[in-house]
T-cell receptor, first 112, second 114 residues
Framework: NAGVTQTPKFQVLKTGQSMTLQCAQDMNHNSMYWYRQDPGMGLRLIYYSASEGTTDKGEVPNGYNVSRLNKREFSLRLESAAPSQTSVYFC???????????FGPGTRLTVL | QKEVEQDPGPLSVPEGAIVSLNCTYSNSAFQYFMWYRQYSRKGPELLMYTYSSGNKEDGRFTAQVDKSSKYISLFIRDSQPSDSATYLCAMSLNYGGSQGNLIFGKGTKLSVKP
């Protein structure tokens, strides 16, 4: 039981490049989330998916797109990366029974 | 005013000390309150989970919620160097749908010195 996994762990991009961050969970959870974490800013919600087939914007969605591929997988895409998107990105999932969110190990992204 | 306020620290204490970590919030409708622990370069992990007001104890950790004051606390007794981490408070309106989305404090960085 791996919980929430994220790939890649690290990535360096040049301004304007695109990339997709992958997230998968094996806990049969309905809800999945993408956060970014910046020094002094805490965790901020980018997008979430309350259930398979639905996605909604969070606090900081600009510059990102998401896809809920199936119940297990939720990807985050940067179409044209900007230095302001340099951050640590966390994926999380939550089941129906409670409020706890389980987090993945994170992806450290640097945009030059 | 931010919805959730948390002193970022850093907080440095000697081993064995009692640690008190706190958050205040502005939305009186929050019902679910959590504390997450995040070690350096790792993802957050849930430490304590409380519904509504009251206390909850788990080993050396005690979580308190005072809804009248809109204030939550995490106490760590007999602190250990392994408790050195960033502690994030989080809260939500409900547990389902968008109301289950968590609002996080910015985190308090704790260092426990041997």
């Amino acid at each position: 039981n791996a919980g929430v996994t994220q790939t890649p762990k690290f990535q360096v991009l040049k301004t304007g490049q695109s990339m997709t961050l992958q997230c998968a969970q094996d806990m049969n959870h309905n809800s999945m989330y993408w956060y970014r974490q910046d020094p002094g800013m805490g965790l901020r919600l980018i997008y979430y998916s309350a259930s398979e087939g639905t996605t909604d914007k969070g606090e900081v969605p600009n510059g990102y797109n998401v896809s809920r591929l199936n119940k297990r997988e939720f990807s985050l895409r940067l179409e044209s990366a900007a230095p302001s998107q340099t951050s640590v990105y966390f994926c999380a999932s939550r089941g129906l029974a409670g409020g706890e969110q389980f987090f993945g190990p994170g992806t450290r992204l640097t945009v030059l | 005013q931010k919805e959730v306020e948390q002193d970022p620290g850093p907080l440095s204490v000697p081993e064995g000390a009692i640690v008190s970590l706190n958050c205040t919030y502005s939305n009186s409708a929050f019902q679910y309150f959590m504390w997450y622990r995040q070690y350096s370069r790792k993802g957050p992990e849930l430490l304590m989970y409380t519904y509504s007001s009251g206390n909850k104890e788990d080993g050396r950790f005690t979580a308190q919620v005072d809804k009248s004051s809109k204030y939550i606390s995490l106490f760590i007794r007999d602190s250990q160097p392994s408790d050195s981490a960033t502690y994030l408070c989080a809260m939500s309106l409900n547990y389902g749908g968008s109301q289950g989305n968590l609002i996080f404090g910015k985190g308090t960085k704790l260092s426990v010195k041997p």
